[in-house]
């Protein structure tokens, strides 16, 4: 909303609707997310089975299915409370390191920093996390490897695939490429 609450619906199969799993459980109205009330969200992106939120204080929280580290804090649980995305690195910490926008796909996540700089975590199987290591899981966010030598202005993110864009136009993609 404009005052930065994030509201949700739809299937809650592993949680990703921010409360807890029922049996059949899907929300057919919008309800606030209880564990982000209070907090000011100012972007938010859906994945395959887990919900993402940057906060005004560019904190990432990841909620829903976490089995292949979606969640990005160092575990593989799912969670109907959200959660905030731990770092890899110690370059990476809530006193250092300011989120602004996130991306999701089906298992794999992606978020870009203040500077832009892209880390990325989760489901890794074809190298859509961009981490230099395809076929294995990413459970804390990692910076990208080899990212180019331009920041990234926008992110987007496929099933298995992730896109980023420079300030110039230049688009980077990372993960399967099946379909072209």
């Given at each position: 909303t404009t005052a930065g609450e994030v509201l949700t619906w739809g299937t809650n199969s592993a949680g990703q609707c921010?409360?807890?799993?029922?049996?059949?459980?899907?929300l057919l109205e919008p309800i606030p997310v209880a564990g982000l009330l209070g907090i000011r969200v100012v972007a938010v992106a859906a994945g395959g089975g887990h919900s993402l939120a940057v906060t005004d204080t560019g904190r990432v929280y990841a909620w829903g299915l976490g089995k292949r580290g979606q969640l990005g804090n160092g575990g593989d649980q799912d969670s109907h409370v959200p959660v905030q995305v731990e770092c890899e690195t110690e370059s990476c910490d809530s006193q250092c390191t300011m989120f602004t926008a996130v991306a999701a796909g089906i298992g794999h996540s992606i978020a870009v920093d203040a500077q832009g700089n892209a880390w990325g975590w989760g489901w890794n199987r074809h190298g859509e996390c961009g981490v230099g290591f395809a076929g294995r899981c990413v459970?804390?966010?990692?910076r990208l490897a080899g990212q180019c030598e331009e920041p990234v202005a926008h992110v987007a993110c496929g099933g298995v695939h992730t896109l980023l864009c420079t300030p110039r136009g230049t688009v980077w993609a990372m993960g399967s490429g099946s379909c072209g």
């Open positions: 921010g409360i807890p799993v029922q049996s059949h459980s899907a459970y804390k966010a990692t």
